[in-house]
């Protein structure tokens, strides 16, 4: 295997971002740090043709746009837009499913590196892992990188309140009466945590209002077994997909939605209005994250004087509530 940036940047003592000056031509850098760099090009015969691509100084107007999954329908319509965006300027574009755990990110890292691309959009807060792998920090010094939902060091960064959205949608749960709320969840992701968050800053300020927070491993345990063991009168799901699976199964068991228990979720995705009763969720803005994502990137690429002087966590769009019919205000 040959070297790569980070060898190159240990062997002459210096960071891999002075190792990527020193490479693009058109960036001073001290005569002396220069010479370290470019004598452990030469000791390991590093080839510009295999250089981060973000050396190159031309650009090929190729966009990479990265899921983790094809099957998170919201994080696609995120997809879809940022796709439109730059199609109507005449990029080509790249759609590209990462995977999610540390492994398996840090091999698609590196098969990256070696694409002629412009800029990356990550999609989720999953990316946020980014920071503990080691390929990133080459990445980041090769290409403008904008994360939606999430936000890491030398990158750029859209983010949703979802914190704020868990708070509003357990507002709406107490305002129709509901005074024992279960958060459920399958995963632990940034987005995740941050409603979570927002769901217990709620209970918290609430002495008449009891919540509780239950995890779910689809392939451990029914969910049912979890739900028949708890006394509640509303569910918040981390996502619509996992709200509609709640839903499903107390409607099979004889619960009534709105009735008896009320349900939402996260995303406003299509999970929500495809069941029966439609489910209320946070519609966490996806076409907005798109739309704030692709122009903020394309103001990079094309040094417009309104893109960020730095690299920083560039914007946070609010929640709203979309109230349907799986949940309802309390008779008076």
């Avoid at 090929?60 to 329908?73: G, H, L, R, Y």
């Avoid at 569910?235 to 699976?245: G, K, Q, R, T, Y």
Wanted: hydrophobic share 35%; with cysteine; aromatic share 6%.
């Amino acid at each position: 295997m040959g070297a790569t940036i980070r060898d190159i940047a240990k062997e002459a003592g210096v960071s891999v971002a002075t190792v990527s000056r020193v490479l693009n031509s058109n960036v001073k850098v001290n005569d002396d740090t220069k010479e370290r760099v470019l004598a452990a090009v030469k000791k390991f015969s590093y080839s510009p043709s295999t250089i981060a691509r973000g050396l190159k100084t031309k650009s090929i107007k190729t966009i990479a746009i990265v899921v983790k999954s094809f099957m998170m329908q919201h994080h696609m319509v995120i997809a879809d837009r940022i796709n439109r965006h730059f199609s109507q300027n005449g990029y080509d574009i790249m759609i590209c499913e990462s995977g999610s755990d540390e492994a398996t990110v840090s091999c698609f890292l590196r098969r990256m590196l070696d694409k002629s691309i412009d800029g990356i959009v990550f999609i989720g807060s999953t990316f946020q892992l980014l920071s503990a792998i080691p390929e990133t920090e080459t990445l980041l010094c090769s290409v403008p990188v904008v994360i939606s939902n999430g936000w890491i060091e030398n990158s750029y960064g859209i983010v949703v309140d979802e914190k704020g959205g868990a708070r509003m949608v357990s507002e709406h749960m107490y305002e129709t009466g509901k005074r024992n709320t279960i958060f459920i969840h399958s995963s632990y992701t940034e987005s995740c945590k941050n409603k979570l968050s927002g769901f217990l800053e709620f209970v918290e300020d609430h002495d008449d209002y009891s919540g509780r927070v239950v995890e779910y491993s689809p392939e451990k345990e029914s969910l049912w077994d979890i739900l028949s063991a708890i006394e509640f009168d509303s569910v918040v799901a981390e996502d619509d997909l996992l709200a509609s699976e709640v839903q499903r199964v107390l409607l099979s068991k004889g619960k009534k939605v709105p009735e008896e228990v009320s349900v939402a979720g996260f995303n406003n995705s299509e999970y929500s209005t495809l069941m029966y009763p439609s489910i209320t969720s946070v519609d966490n803005k996806a076409v907005d994250q798109g739309t704030e994502c692709a122009v903020l990137l394309e103001k990079i690429l094309s040094g417009s004087k309104d893109a960020p002087k730095e690299k920083k966590l560039y914007k946070v769009i609010p929640c709203s509530l979309v109230v349907r019919d799986s949940t309802q205000r309390k008779e008076i």
